[in-house]
T-cell receptor, first 113, second 113 residues
Framework: EPEVTQTPSHQVTQMGQEVILRCVPI?????FYWYRQILGQKVEFLVS????????KSEIFDDQFSVERPDGSNFTLKIRSTKLEDSAMYFC???????????FGPGTRLTVT | GNSVTQMEGPVTLSEEAFLTINCTYT??????LFWYVQYPGEGLQLLLK?????DKGSNKGFEATYRKETTSFHLEKGSVQVSDSAVYFC????????????FGQGTELSVKP
């Protein structure tokens, strides 16, 4: 069964450093998403991406964040200058349509020290 | 705006007990509704879904019915098992907003033998 994969599973970085989180969505999906979950809290939407552009972003997704689909298979989330409060689990998801179920990857745990 | 409210946890049950986790939503129009499950240390998995009023989603003995009149999507299972211990998230999506999922705060379920 096809699945969404994410790398790395755990990333530790120092405050102010740039990080890139990587995702490989399901191959025939067209819609891509990033969510985050701070420990013990609800899952929060960050950004949706369709047709090579951002279709919606939340207020969390400020100028420090960017997304890219560089090669038709990977989907990346970059945080330019990490802050302590960026520490969270980041989930990538993909779907075949906006009303269809989203399939989630296993997540990348980001720890900013 | 659109939102999802779930009953607070944690919920602790004995094996074979009946489970109900309440979920109500606020949304304009006709959202699609989902239940996702997160087992300890893992990502989000789709449990079931319903895309229109009076639809019943079901999977692995869990059921939920889309009730437009009460704006609810309560999750039920007739006989829980220890392996059902997890965090359960109710979510909605409105297709015309890029498909982002809006999650409830999650309800932790602990099933004791």
């Amino acid at each position: 069964e096809p699945e969404v994969t994410q790398t790395p599973s755990h990333q530790v970085t120092q405050m102010g450093q740039e990080v890139i989180l990587r995702c490989v969505p399901i191959s025939n999906h067209l819609y891509f998403y990033w969510y985050r979950q701070i420990l013990g809290q609800k899952v929060e939407f960050l950004v949706s991406f369709y047709n090579n552009e951002i279709s919606e972003k939340s207020e969390i997704f400020d100028d420090q964040f960017s997304v890219e689909r560089p090669d038709g298979s990977n989907f990346t989330l970059k945080i330019r200058s990490t802050k302590l409060e960026d520490s969270a689990m980041y989930f990538c998801a993909s779907s075949g349509g906006t009303l269809y179920e989203q399939y989630f990857g296993p997540g990348t745990r980001l720890t900013v020290t | 705006g659109n939102s999802v409210t779930q009953m607070e946890g944690p919920v602790t049950l004995s094996e074979e007990a009946f489970l109900t986790i309440n979920c109500t939503y606020t949304a304009t129009g006709y959202p699609s509704l989902f239940w996702y499950v997160q087992y300890p240390g893992e990502g989000l998995q789709l449990l079931l879904k319903a895309t229109k009023a009076d639809d019943k989603g079901s999977n692995k003995g869990f059921e939920a019915t889309y009730r437009k009149e009460t704006t609810s999507f309560h999750l039920e299972k007739g006989s829980v098992q220890v392996s059902d211990s997890a965090v359960y998230f109710c979510a909605l999506t409105r297709g015309n907003q890029g498909g982002k999922l809006i999650f409830g705060q999650g309800t932790e379920l602990s099933v004791k033998p």
